[in-house]
């Protein structure tokens, strides 16, 4: 009865924070949570999760290679509220102290398969120079009261940032019984009849 | 491409048809050249041929043939033809013949062109086979060479071999590369035949072929048809086999064999000059092949069928769109040429036009121009400053768009306005106005003097009458001169006829400008009172009597043979005419009587008699002879009319002189009702507004209408115009005083001339009337109502409001002297009409564009075309205007197509409930703010989610009084939830504006002034301090934000410790009672004397009883833990107690934790063990105890306070009940030592508790933060320069005490920042209140503690969840009846100092409270801190004073914050004179401005119904009883009365008492009655504010839980009302046991 009359969908994502291109920083770590609606429940997996600390590779391509994987599912009864993905980087500055050295969020992908995403990374900017001076002098950059704020769009008028860096997602994405409760996400589908159309978001 | 092939083939087959002697001929030739081919051993052969092959032209063909013609000879086949003689003109020399093939066969191609259109295509493909012919031939002879060589030993053999060699390398193409196989695949490739319909002629030929041996073939000379060869010969490969192919070749070799033994003529080579054709010929044949398309038009009769006219589809109203632009005369060839070739005109439409598809090409281009050069794309960045230019409309509908686009202006000058009717004329006004009307009417005249220039003319005339009858000079004709006279005469009858009328008017106008002064006058005299200055003098001019009569006579004689001779005239005229018909009457008559005779004699003759009979009635009547005036009758008539019309002769000339030098009778002599009505002529302004094309550019000033109704405006408008003007329009309007202003009426001002300029136009008056009515109730005549001067009321007027307005109206003229007026050429109706076709805006204005009558009129008018796809949308709108006439939208669509993409209707939307329920949860309706998991499906959703909310949005207005049973109540709760909702709204919009710091974490800026320079560096020598010091502080817990919580995560931990002085159990058998205690005096109790006082000692009590075994139950959200049980008064527990903590909808957010409205209980039992064995004997054996327990007492703490302090740690006292009946304090028990004697000092009970939450929440922000937070988002009222003090003020409060906390703006109710001073003002308490203790002060301020105490506590945290900290003033909070510490504190100082004592607010910190507001008063020697919520009150060194830290203190007129070293009460000075300790907000350099206050200059108390209360009282009572028996299912509940009305009887005395010093006689007098009973009770007292606190606090005492079989319960409730509804609710609750 559950099959035939589904009253959730299920998302299944999983993947791996592969890799960060942060140019001017070495040995960072990265933490990763789940921005998601009130329609949305986590069912099996973890929402939150923090890497160790990589070190650039000492090849061309200095990348900084975490391959943190990520597992979660959730389930929901609507598109609205989709789960982002929302991470955080942290490094230590030249005193050691640990700051921040990037947000990001984005969107776990509508559409089931295999998908890289690479997420611009940004830092909040000290509001004057004399706080930037002594912020960097303290190690204590400014930073988001919650990095769950890069995943919403409410107050973001009032802060400033500054572009840091790159790091690559890898996901892959399942979903369950979208179709049987109107949402089509796309040709990747099991029956890939209709062409890529976004789920109807309700109208706030 | 395949209709072409088919075609072309069909051309070969025809050809092929037709030239079968070409054919012939060709194979002849042929043959021919395979023989010089033979020839060819000789070396120069090779070149004699080329000689003849250039020789003759088109002889490169036959060599071509030498390829084909093997391929060819299977499929070939000739059809029958009838001329197989042709043979034998072989005898000819092969040249003759071949020229005359050719021209045959050209002929014959160009009558086949004639028939079918030369495709270029096989002609652009000849030319690669013919040139490959030629190149694939050089090899070729030298492999023929070869094969030749054995020629001779069999020539049929070589010549197989030849063939073969050929076929092979047809057959297979690719073999030799480059070779035949290139023109072949090129063939091949590009015809794509079709061998169906070839395959049955080639079957045909291969049959004929068969039977006829003689094979003629032609040379083709059209280039088709030699393609049409190669056609075949593909065809043919294709469409046969092999064998038969084969077998053909038998055929054809026996043929070639016997050509080629031919000996006779080939052995000649006949030398010939070069053949050559003259131009003129060579044109002749070109005409003959070639067809050159004329340029000229065709005429359309040819383009059409026979007998069809051109039909225009663009007149008939069909859309044809535009034709692509073709030259003419290219047209004309292509329809020349179609002609020629398709002669069935299908190409050509009915309108005789080639037939053309609109022109695809868009006006403009749809792709945006890609950038011209790359590099300079960055050049395109560049900015360039371009100075800002005044817009100016470029649109078609400004005018003259080619002129300098300079604005036009109108200046209209409105002067002034002229009522001629209003409705506060009075009668005089009335009459001054139509006496005005009627002397402007004389100027008029009198300045045209009419009448004068008329007796002129008259007089002229006369004149020129008098010569003209005797002439002086008789040099006209008689009849010329008669004729003339006769005019004359005529004119001067018509002029003295105007002149008698004109006159007559005059004087008739004189005479009624004499009759409305006189009325005037009479109306004056008759009202006593003079309205208007008006005044007419008559001025009397005098005439010389003599020469007047003189004048007067002359002229009435003049008039008089004038119409003497008028008559005559008209006398002899008449006679004339009577004298005919005379003539004819008697002619008649004659005739009657000679039919009279003839009847008489012929009266046998019947139809005589008809026809006599036929004419009686045209009997003429006998003319009566015309009588001629008598001359004195006429006199009569000259000099009545006269008399009539004219000024009596000696009669002096009246001259009519109006003036305003009248006086006008000032207010004071007035009558009322003229008083009345003159100011409300005062009250009354006009104005006037100014519309341009309907729309209103300007408005004069409103002016007073003065006393005479003329109103002087005197105002120029310029207009800035654009645009022709459509209309000017003024309107009137009127304003009465303050009120309304009514539209008077509507003036249409004439668009000037556009020779009109400023200062040359005339003013001009307009008049214009208006159709209100008014009545008025003074001497005002009104307007539209009928009024009338006669007394008796007859003769009724009806006048209508009614004025002119002076203007002038005339085009300005620029700096230069030009006229600005927009040109003439706009308004040149020949040029408007040119427009009206092109541009609707400016044929009928832009105004009317939004007109859709209007606009569907110009439609009409100007044909549109209503198939054009480029009207299509104005057609559609004006089809939707026009076609219901009624019908015209007033409203403009902005997304007309919103309709057809709803994908389902909006009732059905609204319908949806996970819709509905989406939308409220996004609006963040409390209900569903946190609705997780909305369900996917409508059905999923239960009706009953919204049943809640929809309750609650009917009970918005509707009065719910079942929660609270006192109406009043529940209409403060209902306001209490409006005013909640509104802050809420407000907090919402506020909680989505975001700080910079709501979102990003960021250090502060070291301060870097004088006093904080140390801060820095500080900071700096932070960085060198070791990360790990040897002695580490104690860090704070781990702190957890909110939101990621989730049920059971959460624990509430309570460390109950220890208590003291817990009230012990008295021996209950014990009937000695104490003494009563000495009632303490209020200064007993607060000073701090040790030893004063001596508790007394009671001498029964046995010390070595267990006096108290008390444990604690701590109940929490419905969880209830309790201790172990300990022993004595002063047990020591130390055990902590966990409970589970749920948020209410699972939300943990900040906001939400913060509105929990639970509570902790503590409440302390005792453990009491009865023993119940029956039978002592078998006491040895068994223990049957029951455990009872008694209620002690309770501590309750908000979880709101919890959660804000994030611990609660000190002693509390435990809320006793005043009466503990079998309970008492026992003091003595104890040795009074040092501290212990201090405490007891205090009387009560003291718990020692530590209560937190695990794990530690982050406390969002605490209330008063966010309040400064958000403090900065309300708006204020205050003086901008105050709000920026207080900032400084807090600022540097909180640098040097950051923990303590300074108050100096507050929010009021309505969210507005308000200065906390302004709250405190001394306020009057309850007379009632007053009037107890009339001199003893300090009860009565006990006495008003208390009160405030009662009205019940709501902390602002619930109430207005999430939000800031409100205050409300004190008559606020006593109509709320509700509030937290601040509005008691308020309160409770206004109310002291209104007592005149010196009060103070205290905000500090208190346990359990947290930050709280307290009142301080300076009492004669000491300082007294009362406890607004409880109304309590504690010396300042009392050590159980809740208070533990003061940080300012707030009085009427400063607040000072505490720079001492300390706060807490005990260890400071409250000294706030002295500087050092306090630091005073308002001082020598910012001087208190005097602030008013917010509150109410007086409360104003209701006194509180009694027999309301009483029934509250009674139901109240029934409802506690009824749930402790719901509390008592399994149990039967009885209930004692009699101990119920004698605990009736007890409350008031309580009341009375507040609960002191009663409870001995209490116990006497229960003791007395119930003296078998054992029982346990007490007397409950709270504010009251609902029921469900008190169900709650009598649950929590656990009375109900006995089991005891026997028990019986006793329950009394009492209220005592205070003024403005504060109740004092007592509940008084027992259980008895029956001691057997």
């Known amino acids: 009865m559950a099959a035939a009359n589904p009253s959730v969908f299920l998302l299944m994502v999983n993947g791996q924070v592969e890799s960060a291109q942060f140019p001017e920083y070495d040995d960072l770590y990265c933490k990763y949570c789940f921005v998601y609606g009130q329609d949305w429940a986590p069912t099996a997996g973890l929402e939150e999760g923090i890497s160790q600390i990589t070190s650039k590779s000492q090849d061309m391509r200095r990348a900084l290679v975490w391959n943190f994987p990520i597992d979660v599912t959730f389930k929901s009864t609507n598109p609205y509220g989709w789960p982002q993905i929302v991470l955080s980087v942290y490094g230590p500055d030249v005193f050691g102290n640990d700051v921040v050295r990037g947000y990001g969020a984005v969107h776990v992908p509508f559409s089931p398969g295999r998908h890289k995403r690479t997420i611009p990374m940004f830092v909040p900017e000290s509001t004057s120079t004399l706080q930037k001076f002594t912020s960097w002098f303290m190690g204590r950059r400014p930073e988001y009261t919650d990095p769950k704020v890069v995943a919403q769009g409410e107050g973001r008028e009032v802060t400033r940032v500054r572009s840091q860096g790159f790091v690559t997602l890898l996901f892959n994405v399942v979903t369950k019984d979208m179709r049987k409760l109107g949402y089509d996400t796309g040709p990747a589908d099991t029956q890939g009849i209709a062409g890529p159309s976004l789920p109807q978001g309700i109208p706030r | 491409m395949n209709p072409r092939e088919e075609k072309v083939s069909i051309i070969t087959e025809e050809s092929t048809a037709n030239d079968e002697d070409a054919e012939v001929g060709r194979r002849e030739k042929s043959s021919k050249v395979q023989r010089q081919q033979r020839k060819k051993q000789p070396p120069r052969a090779d070149s004699e041929e080329m000689v003849t092959g250039k020789a003759q032209p088109g002889q490169e063909e036959p060599e071509m043939h030498l390829l084909s013609m093997p391929a060819r000879r299977g499929p070939r086949s000739l059809p029958p033809i009838p001329s197989m003689s042709r043979t034998g003109f072989a005898e000819f020399s092969m040249r003759e013949r071949l020229r005359e093939k050719l021209q045959a066969a050209r002929s014959k191609a160009e009558s086949a062109l004639l028939q079918e259109i030369p495709t270029p295509r096989p002609r652009r493909l000849r030319s690669p086979s013919e040139k490959e012919l030629e190149t694939e031939f050089g090899p070729e002879p030298c492999k023929e060479s070869q094969a030749t060589s054995h020629r001779n030993d069999s020539q049929s053999y070589s010549r197989v071999k030849f063939h073969d060699a050929v076929q092979k390398i047809k057959s297979k193409p690719q073999a030799p590369p480059g070779f035949p196989s290139a023109e072949e695949a090129y063939n091949f490739f590009t015809f794509s035949f079709d061998p169906e319909p070839e395959e049955p002629t080639v079957k045909a030929r291969a049959k004929n072929r068969d039977g006829t041996h003689q094979e003629e073939e032609g040379e083709e000379e059209s280039p088709a048809g030699g393609m049409n060869k190669m056609v075949l010969n593909v065809i043919a490969r294709a ?440 100011e409300d002529v005062k009250r009354r302004s006009v104005y006037l507004k100014v519309l341009f094309n309907s729309k209103e550019v300007s408005r004069t000033v409103s002016r007073q209408l003065g006393a005479d109704f003329c109103v002087h405006f005197g105002q120029i408008f310029n207009l800035q115009i654009f645009n022709w003007p459509e209309s000017l329009t003024l309107q009137v309007y009127e304003t009465v005083g303050h009120s309304s202003t009514t539209l008077l009426a509507e003036v249409f001002l004439p668009i000037p001339e556009t020779t009109t300029v400023t200062r040359r136009a005339p003013v001009e008056e307009v008049e214009f009337s208006s159709s209100q009515h008014v009545t008025l109730d003074h001497e005002g005549v009104g307007s539209g109502v009928p009024f009338s001067f006669e007394a008796d009321g007859s003769n009724q007027l009806i006048l209508m409001t009614s004025g002119r307005v002076s203007h002038s109206v005339a085009w300005a003229t620029g700096d230069n002297g030009t006229p600005l007026i927009p040109p003439p050429s706009q308004q040149s109706l020949g040029f408007r009409s040119a427009l009206k076709r092109a541009d609707a805006i400016s044929s009928i204005g832009t105004s009317g564009l939004t007109d859709m009558k209007k606009l569907a009129k110009w439609a009409a008018e100007s044909k549109l075309d209503p198939n054009d796809p480029n009207n299509a949308p104005l057609m559609q709108l004006i089809s939707i205007a026009t076609s219901g006439e009624s019908y015209v939208p007033d409203f403009f669509r902005l997304e007309q197509l919103q309709q057809e993409f709803n994908f389902v209707t909006s009732e059905e939307l609204n319908r949806s409930k996970r819709f509905r329920l989406l939308c409220l949860r996004s609006q963040e309706v409390p209900e569903f703010r946190n609705y997780k998991q909305i369900p996917a499906y409508d059905r999923e959703i239960l009706e009953k989610v919204f049943q809640d909310y929809e309750k609650r949005l009917r009970d918005k207005s509707v009065i719910e009084t079942k929660d609270h049973i006192d109406t009043h109540r529940a209409i403060v709760a209902k306001y209490l939830q409006q005013v909640r909702e509104s802050v809420v709204n407000r907090f919402l919009i506020a909680k989505h504006h975001f700080l910079l710091s709501d979102l990003v974490v960021e250090e502060e800026v070291p301060n870097m002034s004088s006093e904080g320079s140390g801060i820095l560096g500080l900071s700096l020598f932070k960085l060198a301090e070791q990360k790990r010091p040897l002695r580490p502080r104690r860090k704070g817990r781990k702190k957890v934000t909110a939101q990621n919580l989730s049920d059971g995560d959460i624990k509430l931990l309570v460390n109950i410790c220890r208590a003291y002085d817990i009230p012990v159990r008295k021996p209950p058998a014990s009937k000695s009672q104490q003494p009563a205690r000495s009632s303490r005096t209020f200064s007993d109790r607060h000073a701090a004397s040790p030893g004063a006082h001596s508790p007394p000692h009671s001498p029964d009590t046995p010390l070595s009883q267990v006096s108290v075994r008390p444990f604690v139950e701590v109940s929490f959200q419905r969880t209830i833990c309790h201790t172990t049980t300990a022993e004595g008064p002063n047990p020591s527990w130390n055990e902590e107690l966990e409970f589970p903590f749920r948020a209410p909808n699972g939300d943990y957010s900040t906001a939400s934790l913060q509105s929990v409205k639970d509570d902790v209980f503590i409440n302390i039992f005792d453990e009491v063990l009865h023993d119940i064995l029956e039978d002592d004997r078998e006491r040895g054996s068994g223990i049957h105890t029951r455990i009872e327990r008694h209620w002690l007492g309770c501590v309750k703490i908000p979880f709101s306070t919890i959660y804000s302090q994030a611990r609660i740690d000190g002693t509390f006292k435990i809320n006793t009940p005043p009466v503990l009946l079998g309970y008492s304090k026992e003091r003595n028990v104890l040795l009074e030592r040092g501290l212990d004697s201090v405490r007891s000092l205090s009387e009560g009970s003291y718990l020692t508790l530590f209560i937190t939450i695990e794990p530690q929440l982050v406390p969002g922000e605490s209330v008063r933060e966010k309040t400064s937070d958000l403090l900065k988002k309300f708006d204020s009222q205050e003086d901008e320069k105050l709000l920026q003090a207080t900032e400084k003020f807090q600022a540097e409060c909180a640098l040097k005490f950051p923990t303590r906390q300074c108050l100096t703006t507050v929010t009021d109710i309505s969210g507005k920042t308000v200065f906390v001073t302004r709250y405190l003002k001394p306020l009057n308490p309850p007379e009632e209140l007053l009037n107890v203790y009339p001199n003893n002060p300090q009860a009565t301020a006990e006495l008003v503690a208390r009160y405030v105490s009662l009205i019940p506590f709501l902390p602002d945290t619930v109430s207005f969840a999430g939000i800031c900290d409100l205050w409300s003033t004190s008559d606020q909070f006593l109509d709320l009846l509700a509030g937290d510490e601040e509005e008691h504190a308020v309160l409770l100082c206004d109310y002291f100092l209104f007592l005149g004592k010196k009060a103070w607010l205290v905000m500090g910190n208190a346990i359990p409270e947290g930050p709280t507001a307290y009142v301080l008063t300076w009492e004669q020697n000491h300082y007294l801190i009362w406890n607004p919520c409880s109304g309590h009150f504690y010396a300042q060194f009392d050590t159980f004073c809740p208070l533990k830290s003061v940080s300012c203190l707030i009085g009427p007129d400063n607040i000072w914050f505490n720079i001492q070293q300390y706060d807490s009460p005990l260890r400071i000075n409250f000294d706030v004179t002295k500087p050092k300790l306090w630091k005073s907000f308002f001082s020598r350099s910012l001087p208190y401005p005097g602030l008013s206050s917010v509150q109410p200059e007086e409360l104003i108390y209701q006194r509180t119904d009694k027999a309301a209360a009483a029934e509250l009282q009674d139901r109240i009572e029934k409802m506690l009883k009824e749930k402790i028996m719901d509390w008592r299912p399994r149990h039967l509940t009885r209930w004692n009365r009699h101990c119920t009305s004698t605990l009736r009887h007890f409350l008031p005395l309580l009341e009375r008492s507040q609960g002191e010093d009663v409870e001995d006689e209490h116990r006497a007098e229960l003791q007395k009655q119930l003296g078998d009973y054992r029982f346990s009770g007490f007397p409950l007292h709270m504010p009251y504010s609902e029921v469900k606190p008190l169900i709650e606090a009598v649950y929590s005492t656990g009375v109900h839980n006995t089991d005891v079989p026997n028990v019986e319960f006793a329950l009394a409730v009492y209220i005592h009302p205070y003024p403005k509804n504060v109740l004092s609710v007592w509940i008084y609750v027992a259980s008895l046991i029956r001691n057997r």
């Open chain 2, 239 to 678: 469409g046969t086999p092999q064998k038969d192919e084969e077998e053909l070749l038998g055929s054809q070799d026996a043929k070639d064999f016997l050509l080629g033994l031919d000996p006779a003529p080939d052995e000649f080579v006949v030398v010939r000059p070069a053949e050559y054709e003259g131009t003129h010929t060579w044109l002749e044949k070109e005409k003959e092949l070639l067809f050159f398309p004329s340029r000229r038009a065709v005429p359309t009769w040819k383009k059409l069928p026979e007998n069809v006219q051109p039909r225009f589809l663009e007149d008939e109203g069909l859309y044809t769109g535009a034709r692509p632009e073709v030259a003419r005369a290219q047209q004309n060839v292509v329809e020349n040429r179609l002609l020629r070739q398709e002669p069935e005109r299908k190409w050509f439409g009915d309108d005789g036009r080639i037939l053309a598809l609109p022109s695809p090409i868009k006006p403009f281009s749809s792709r945006p121009r890609p950038l011209a050069q790359e590099p300079s794309a960055q050049a395109g960045l560049e900015t360039h400053y371009k100075k800002a230019v005044k817009y100016v409309h470029r649109t078609q509908h400004v005018v003259g768009s080619a002129d300098p686009p300079g604005s036009f202006q109108l200046d209209i000058d409105i002067s002034g306005l002229i009522f001629t009717h209003h409705p506060c004329f009075s009668r005089e006004h009335v009459l001054a106005a139509k006496l005005a009307q009627l002397y402007d009417q004389y100027l008029a005249r009198h300045q045209r003097s009419k009448a004068k220039f008329l007796t002129d003319k008259l007089q002229a005339l006369r004149n020129a009458v008098q010569t003209g009858l005797y002439p002086e000079k008789p040099h006209q004709s008689l009849d010329a001169t008669q004729k003339t006279i006769k005019e004359y005469k005529s004119e001067i009858r018509e002029t003295r006829k105007l002149r008698d009328a004109e006159q007559e008017k005059d004087r008739t106008l004189l005479k009624t400008i004499v009759k409305v002064w006189k009325e005037m006058k009479s109306l004056r005299e008759f009202q006593r009172f003079t309205n208007t200055p008006l005044k007419l003098v008559l001025r009397k001019e005098k005439v010389d009597q003599k020469a007047d009569e003189e004048a007067y006579e002359a002229e009435i004689q003049a008039e008089i043979s004038e119409l003497m001779e008028e008559h005559t005239e008209e006398y002899e005229q008449r006679l004339g005419e009577y004298r005919a018909s005379y003539q004819q009457w008697k002619a008649w008559k004659k005739a009657q009587k000679a039919k009279k005779k003839k009847k008489k004699q012929a009266e046998e003759h019947p139809e005589g008699e008809a026809e006599e009979e036929l004419y009686p009635g045209e009997e003429p009547v006998k003319p009566i002879p015309p009588e001629l005036l008598d001359h004195a009758v006429l006199e009569q008539q000259a000099r009545e009319r006269a008399a009539h019309s004219r000024r009596r002769p000696g009669e002096p000339v009246l001259l009519p002189e109006l003036s305003l030098t009248g006086s006008v009778t000032p207010d004071d002599q007035c009558p009322r009702a003229e008083v009345l009505r003159r």
